[in-house]
């Protein structure tokens, strides 16, 4: 049973940032991707950002150089950075998992509840 859960989002002021983090819980899985995906009304759902086990990240055009993404392996932790915050990167931010059953070997996607990210003055 792999249970997500994410904090850290809230309201903040244009220009300003905020930490998102997501933590996986459970047991006889291994954690393979981590990422982070925000959808806004009337949008689409979008990649944010990825990380692999391995440290190889993949980001949103959008958010180059304004947000970034790590994570504790040891803590099975996937953090998101969020720096120099606009308008339109209000969003819910969905905390994703893909991990590998530990006696299967098959992978098995998660995705967290979300967590609101509201930038505004």
């Known amino acids: 049973q792999v249970q997500l859960v994410e904090s850290g989002g809230g309201l903040v002021q244009p220009g300003g940032s905020l930490r998102v983090s997501c933590a996986a819980s459970?047991?006889?899985?291994?954690?393979?991707?981590m990422g982070w995906y925000r959808q806004s009304p009337g949008k689409q759902r979008e990649l944010v950002a990825t990380?692999?086990?391995?440290?190889?990240?993949d980001y949103a055009d959008s958010v180059k150089g304004r947000l970034t993404i790590t994570r504790d392996n040891a803590k099975n932790t996937v953090y998101l950075q969020m720096n120099n915050l606009k308008p339109e990167d209000t969003a819910v931010y969905s905390c994703?998992?893909?991990?590998?059953?530990?006696?299967?070997?098959?992978?098995?996607?998660?995705w967290g509840q979300g967590t609101q990210v509201t930038v505004s003055s």
């Open positions: 459970g047991s006889y899985f291994t954690v393979k991707v």
């Open positions: 994703y998992v893909e991990n590998q059953d530990y006696f299967t070997g098959y992978d098995y996607e998660y």
């Open positions: 990380i692999t086990t391995g440290g190889s990240t």
